[in-house]
Nanobody
Framework: VQLQASGGGLVQAGGSLTVSCAVS????????MGWFRQAPGKEREFVAA????????RYADSVKGRFTISRDNAKDTVYLQMNSLKPEDTAVYYC???????????????WGQGTQVTVSS
């Protein structure tokens, strides 16, 4: 399974950005997908997850109400729409996949290479 994240960039505080993760190699619809982020000097942290069916989602408290995770199983792609961005959202964003796991999984099987999101104040 290969994950390719894209869509990162530079945005002003209060702005919006959507990052995407294209998955190849296995049946995408069988994977719970997650987004994580890592800021400089900090540990990687959970951002959001969506079940393999798309019926359930989970968010970190820090992004709840601002970020939305979604998936298009026809395009083998998961998205993270980020609104009302803050400078503290600046990080490398990684997507991850876990085979038929629930959305509370902590042991993702596969990881993408990350895409940089920078929010200027």
């Amino acid at each position: 399974v290969q994950l390719q994240a894209s869509g990162g960039g530079l945005v002003q505080a209060g702005g919006s950005l959507t990052v995407s993760c294209a998955v190849s190699g296995r049946t995408f619809s069988s994977y719970t997908m997650g987004w994580f982020r890592q800021a400089p000097g900090k540990e990687r942290e959970f951002v959001a997850a969506i079940s393999w069916s798309g019926g359930s989602t989970r968010y970190a408290d820090s992004v709840k109400g601002r970020f939305t995770i979604s998936r298009d199983n026809a395009k083998d792609t998961v998205y993270l729409q980020m609104n009302s961005l803050k400078p503290e959202d600046t990080a490398v964003y990684y997507c991850a996949a876990d085979f038929r796991a629930n959305i509370y999984t902590r042991n993702y099987d596969y990881w993408g290479q990350g895409t940089q999101v920078t929010v200027s104040s």
